[in-house]
């Protein structure tokens, strides 16, 4: 039998660590929103030839009087040619007649590319600060009605505690997806909710399944064994289920992960790879952090009851 509680310190510090790393990168180095949070519009430009991305950009860039511009490549699913993602951080948006303007601007620098606008979205600031207000809240929401489902379900193997640990632990996975944004300087975009919303609902499943576990041995043995050998049992009873699923899960997405780099599809990959980590997190928590938290906390309470 594995000891996965009487290791508790080492998960907990791989964890902290992770953590402690992820924030301080993320006050250093800064966290860019993407479009959908701070405002602004989304071009996209099918062409014919090579062109150069920062030339393109600086042609943008002289039409909107110097402010800064990115470009991405993305493959178009449909035609398999590569397009250009222009994205202008305007905060109001961009308007028709600047459009004009820089496409009359790009159509005479590169007459013989045949540029085309594929699509254009604007996104004012005011609805981007909104849209994340409400994607706070949702996570938040979901957060607090896991607490108390769990509360009420694992009432007899201290409910509440149970509820707010298995929530410490969906934490500890949202952090995980939020430092692969962070670490390879992807933008917060509405992708990270679907990721942590996703994730919430995953990780869940796999510590319930081990409370579950926690109650009937509980019921079973009462006070034959020690609340660490009881959780101990508890997790290893579960362990071959755990790793089963999150084999076949990881594999399923890391190959939608493989096949969007291979392709270039940008918004599959910035899905597909904080989901991938998001679920290997999932498991971990589910395993080596929710119930050790849950074992500290009732050995503390009973340190405290008998102290």
């Given amino acids: 039998m594995i000891n996965i509680v009487g290791r508790k310190k080492i998960w907990f510090t791989i964890s902290s660590a992770i953590i402690i790393v992820t924030i301080l990168v993320a006050l250093i180095f800064s966290v860019e929103l993407d479009i959908q949070f701070r405002g602004g519009s989304i071009v996209t430009y099918s062409h014919s030839g090579?062109?150069?991305?920062?030339?393109?950009?600086?042609?943008?860039?002289?039409?909107?009087?110097?402010?800064?511009?990115?470009?991405?490549?993305?493959?178009?699913?449909?035609?398999?040619?590569?397009?250009?993602?222009?994205?202008?951080s305007s905060k109001q948006g961009i308007s028709p007649e600047k459009y004009g303007e820089i496409n009359d601007a790009l159509w005479a620098a590169y007459p013989q590319n045949n540029i085309e606008v594929v699509s254009t979205s604007n996104v004012d600031a005011s609805i981007g600060h909104d849209f994340l207000i409400k994607s706070v809240v949702a996570v938040a929401a979901a957060s607090v009605l896991m607490i108390v489902y769990i509360a009420f379900r694992f009432r007899k193997i201290g409910g509440w505690s149970a509820g707010v640990f298995s929530v410490l632990a969906l934490l500890h996975d949202v952090m995980f997806v939020f430092a692969v944004f962070v670490f390879f300087r992807i933008p917060l975009n509405d992708s990270f909710i679907a990721v942590v919303l996703t994730i919430l609902g995953y990780s869940i499943n796999a510590t319930v399944v081990i409370y579950d576990r926690i109650r009937e041995n509980k019921r079973l043995l009462g006070t034959k064994v020690s609340l660490a050998e009881l959780v101990n049992t508890s997790i290893n009873q579960s362990l071959t289920r755990s790793i089963n699923t999150t084999i076949s899960t990881v594999i399923a997405m890391g190959t939608v992960?493989?096949?969007?780099?291979?392709?270039?599809?940008?918004?599959?990959?910035?899905?597909?790879?904080?989901?991938?980590?998001?679920?290997?997190?999932?498991?971990?928590?589910s395993v080596c952090i929710a119930g050790p938290l849950w074992v500290t906390w009732q050995e503390h309470k009973l340190a405290k009851k008998h102290g």
């Fill in 50 to 88: 090579e062109l150069d991305k920062g030339d393109f950009a600086k042609t943008i860039e002289s039409v909107l009087g110097g402010e800064k511009v990115s470009i991405q490549e993305q493959r178009d699913v449909t035609t398999g040619e590569m397009n250009l993602v222009v994205t202008l």
């Fill in 257 to 285: 992960c493989v096949v969007a780099i291979v392709y270039n599809v940008s918004s599959i990959i910035t899905f597909a790879a904080p989901m991938l980590v998001g679920m290997i997190a999932g498991a971990y928590s």
